[in-house]
């Protein structure tokens, strides 16, 4: 049983950086692919970046291009989730997610191992 545990979020002001972590158990070489997701007050859960865990080929939602940089360290189980120039519209529970799929997804649907979330909260 894959077991995710987010941690890192908080309240930081606009223009400002948070790091994200991700610490994966349980089996995670069995998944292919980790992303992170985000979901916002009233809104639905998006994608916003995800890697392979062997070739480290990432992929990035083009909100946060330029802004975020998603990274993993093998031996350690754990993802990252690094995130600079925040805006106010970055404020979201950030979810982390673990998948089977060879290919990156976008799509929700296609992890099936999901952490608790973190909160992130950007001010104005």
């Known amino acids: 049983q894959v077991q995710l545990v987010e941690s890192g979020g908080g309240l930081v002001q606009a223009g400002g950086s948070l790091s994200l972590s991700c610490a994966a158990s349980?089996?995670?070489?069995?998944?292919?692919?980790m992303g992170w997701f985000r979901q916002a007050p009233g809104k639905e859960r998006e994608f916003v970046a995800a890697?392979?865990?062997?070739?480290?080929?990432?992929y990035y939602a083009d909100f946060v291009k330029g802004r975020f940089t998603i990274s993993r360290d093998n031996a350690k189980n754990t993802v990252y989730l690094q995130m600079n120039s925040l805006k106010p519209e970055d404020t979201a529970v950030y979810y982390c997610?673990?998948?089977?799929?060879?290919?990156?997804?976008?799509?929700?649907?296609?992890?099936?191992?999901w952490g608790q979330g973190t909160q992130v909260t950007v001010s104005s």
């Open positions: 349980g089996g995670i070489l069995s998944r292919n692919v």
């Open positions: 997610a673990a998948g089977p799929r060879i290919r990156i997804s976008t799509i929700s649907g296609d992890y099936d191992y």
């Open positions: 890697i392979r865990w062997s070739a480290g080929n990432t």
